[in-house]
C-alpha cells in the first residue's frame, strides 16, 4: 500500500550520524515546516493522503539541508510519539516498520468495552471458560487508520501477525486481554533532518525515568527512531537501540546465557569522571539486561581507565554462569566487579566477592580472582549444568532430540533440562536433577505447558481426530500422573458435512465436556499454562558446553 523505502540506505546513513556526536543546533531553521502539525487541536483522524505509489523510492542521501533539530521540533516529535498511541513504536524494534511487533504497537489502542454477547464470543474463541484480565476491543477499521496514519500501510500489509488478541469476523473486530502495565512515557533528546522529509530522532525515557538511571551511575541506551513526513503526516520507517554508543569494543563478547541463548555482554565506558564502567546483556540488538542495575550505585571516587581482563565461569558452583571484570582506574589501583547468577540466572552484583577480591590484593588477571573466588564460595549449589551434560552424552537422548531448553518448573531455583525432539514423534523428554541424580520423563508429542515454580506440567496434543490432556507433578526428583483425560470424534453417529461430535473420557471413564473441563481446571489450570519453550531460544548441546566452560568469544 505504500511505496518502497531505501530503509537500509537510511540506517547506514543514521548511524554514522549517532557516532559523529554533532553539536545540536538550539536555534530555529525555517527548512522544515511543522506547523500544520503542531496545533494541539489538531484532528489525527482526519483523512490521509497516500504517498503516490509509482513513486518507488525515497531519497535518503544527506543533502545541503542536513541539520540538527532544534528545540521547537525536539518538543514537536516527543509530543508526536506520546499523541495518539504512537509510544507503541518506539517499544519494538525494527528496519522495516512492517516488521515491527503489532503486539507492541497495538497493545494500548482501542478501549471499547465489550457486551455480555461480545464476552461469551471471545470466551468462545479463545477456548475458555473464564477470563481474569479485562477483555478490550478494537475494530479492524480503527487499527487500519491507526496504522495507516502512523506508518501509511493496513494491517494486511504487516509481516508479524497480531498474536495477541482474537479476531470475530462477526464483529470485525478484534479483541484482547490486557492490564495498564504497558505505557512507558518517552522523549526526544535531539536529532537530525536528514532533508525536508526524513528525520532521525534520539529518543530516551522522559526525564523522570532517564534520570533514575543516570543517577545510579549507569550507561544510558538511547533509541533512534527514523520517521519520514508524507503529505502532511509523519511515518515511522525504523526503529533500533544505540547500543553502540560509549562501547568498549575490545571488551564485547558472545556468550551462552541460560536465559537468553547465545547473546552479547557488552562493557561500557562510563559518560562521566565520577561513574564506573557499566555492562549489559544484548540480543538481536536489543538490551535485554542492565547487569548490576538494580544491586548497586554505579560511581568511581577515582575515574575509570579500563577493562584488562573479564571472565564467564560458574565461581559460585551452583551451574549458573557468573562474571568477574578486573578494572583499571587513575590512580594506578585496580577494582574487581563481580556479578553472580540468581533467579534462573540473572545476573547481581556480587557485592561480597566484590569486597573480598579486591581487599585481597589479588594478581591482575581473572584466572587468579577466578581461582579464590571458586574456593572461597563454591559449594553453594549444585553442579545440574556438568550432570546435563553428561546426561546428554551417556544417555543417547540427542539422537533424536538435538536441540534443549531450561524451564524452572518446581520451586527449587535449579531448572529442568527440555530435550526438544526432531518431529512429533518424537516428542520432548524433561529432565530435571535432583540428589545428585537425573530422572527424565517422555512426553509423546512436543507442545506442552507448564505452571512456573508450581510442579505442574501439562502433556496437551492431538492427531487426526484424538486428542489428550495428561497433567504431571514434578516432586523431590519424581513425575506423578495426577490425571489424564482424552476426547475423540465419534464416527459412528455424524452430525453432517463431515463432522462428529465427541467422547470425552476423563481417567477413562466418559464423561460430559463441562465435567471433563472441571475435572482438568480442577488440578492445572489451563488460563495459567506457560507455553513449554520457544523455538527461537533453543541450545544445541554444544552451546550448554560452552556456557559451562565460560566460552566467550570476541565480538569485535
Known sequence: MKKNLCISALLILSMSISACALPFSKEPTPSVSISDNTSSDSDTTSSIKLPDKSDSSVDTTADSNTRDLTSVEVDFFTKLIMEDYGYGFVQTYYSDVRDANLDTVLYD?????????????????????????????????????????????????FHNCLNGA??????????????????????????VAINDSIFVLHVVYDKYFYDQVEDDGFAVTRTEVAMEKVNGEYHFLSCRQMIDENMIPDRCYEIVSPIFGRCQFYSYMPTSSDKDVSFKIVKDGVVQMDIGRWDKKNFTDTPFVSVEDIGFKDYSGDGYPDVIVVCKYADGSYKYHCYGSRYAGYLYYDEDMTTILSEQGMKRDYDSAYQFAFEHSAGAGENWLGAYIDYIKNSGVSESHPTF???????????????????????????????GKVNDLELNRLYFTYQYGSGLLLSCEGHMGYYWDIVYELKDGKFTCLG???????????????????????????VSEETYKKNLNEIYYTGFGTDGYEWDNLFLSTDLEDMYNGVATPLF
Open 405 to 435: 531448553a531450561f524451564m524452572i518448573l518446581d520451586e527449587n531455583d535449579i531448572p529442568e533440562l527440555v530435550c526438544v525432539g526432531d518431529c512429533e514423534a518424537s516428542g520432548n523428554v524433561i529432565a530435571t536433577y535432583y540428589d
Open 166 to 191: 482474537v479476531y470475530d469476523p462477526e464483529s470485525d473486530c478484534y479483541y484482547r486481554c490486557k492490564g495498564d502495565t504497558n505505557f512507558v512515557p518517552y522523549m526526544v533528546e535531539d536529532g
Open 109 to 157: 489502542l482501542g478501549s471499547g468495552e465489550v457486551t455480555d454477547k461480545e464476552y461469551e464470543r471471545v470466551l468462545e474463541l479463545m477456548g475458555e471458560d473464564q477470563l481474569y484480565i479485562p477483555v478490550f476491543k478494537v475494530t479492524k477499521n480503527e487499527i487500519d487508520s491507526f496504522l495507516i496514519r502512523n506508518t501509511g500501510y493496513e494491517l494486511e500489509d
Open 484 to 510: 489424564e483425560g482424552e476426547y475423540e470424534e465419534d464416527y459412528n453417529n455424524p452430525i453432517g458435512d463431515g463432522e462428529f461430535p465427541m467422547i470425552y473420557r476423563w481417567n477413562g471413564k466418559e
